[in-house]
């Protein structure tokens, strides 16, 4: 059988910061090496990453971080690809950017609808679409306030019910991570190590349900 090839596409909590550190957590220990073995054989989970990442923004202080940019290649790099699952948005809650909650379910929408508009699966089709809100930020960090989060943790809460809506629109498929992850009180942005596991786990039951 031909493996499915699921894409990850994301930011830090993708690539794997650990708040306790500021690294990365060793291979092994992240979301997107355990979802690849919850699924078993016959799937390949590629990581794509970024600390940083935003869905569509220019950041004028971290350099190219362009979501919108950056993804069409990958699409390509990857190609062919089953099944993309994209969670992005956490940083656009920075203060730099002033976005509202629904602005950036919006701006999430249009990295779904390049998916959907691509013909990097199979017979030149387009992948199906996981759309995964972010968990809502914890209570900020000194740190975190310095990353510009300060004013982001209200509207993180906001972030799962525009996507939902977001991904009724554009008709792919959603998950909603604030149901199975807690942010770290950490640094009130990251994930601590068990959450992986957990997320793993979840993720793996809804891709099953998507690609059998």
């Known amino acids: 059988m031909e493996e499915k090839v699921i894409l990850c596409f994301g930011d830090s909590l993708t690539w794997g910061f650990d708040p306790r550190t500021y690294d990365r957590y060793p291979r092994g220990k992240r979301w997107t090496y355990l979802l690849e073995q919850e699924l078993g054989r016959g799937y390949q989970v590629i990581e794509e990453g970024l600390n940083g990442r935003t869905s569509g923004f220019d950041d004028p202080i971290e350099g190219d971080k362009n979501g919108r940019r950056h993804l069409p290649m990958l699409l390509d790099t990857h190609r062919p690809i089953d099944l993309v699952v994209i969670m992005l948005g956490t940083n656009d809650l920075k203060r730099r950017f002033g976005l509202t909650a629904a602005?950036?379910?919006?701006?999430?929408?249009?990295?779904?609808?390049?998916?959907?508009?691509?013909?990097?699966?199979?017979?030149?089709?387009?992948?199906?679409?996981?759309?995964?809100?972010?968990?809502?930020?914890a209570p900020l960090t000194e740190l975190s306030e310095v990353w510009g989060f300060r004013e982001g943790v209200e509207k993180s809460r906001q972030l799962a019910e525009y996507y939902a809506v977001t991904a009724r629109f554009y008709g792919c498929h959603f998950l909603d991570a604030g149901k199975v992850v807690t942010t770290s009180s950490i640094d009130g942005v990251h994930w601590e190590e068990e959450e992986n596991a957990k997320f793993a786990y979840a993720l793996a039951q809804e891709i099953l349900r998507i690609l059998r």
């Open 103 to 137: 602005e950036i379910a919006q701006s999430v929408g249009v990295l779904v609808d390049i998916v959907k508009k691509s013909r990097v699966s199979h017979g030149e089709s387009a992948p199906q679409v996981l759309l995964v809100a972010p968990p809502p930020l």
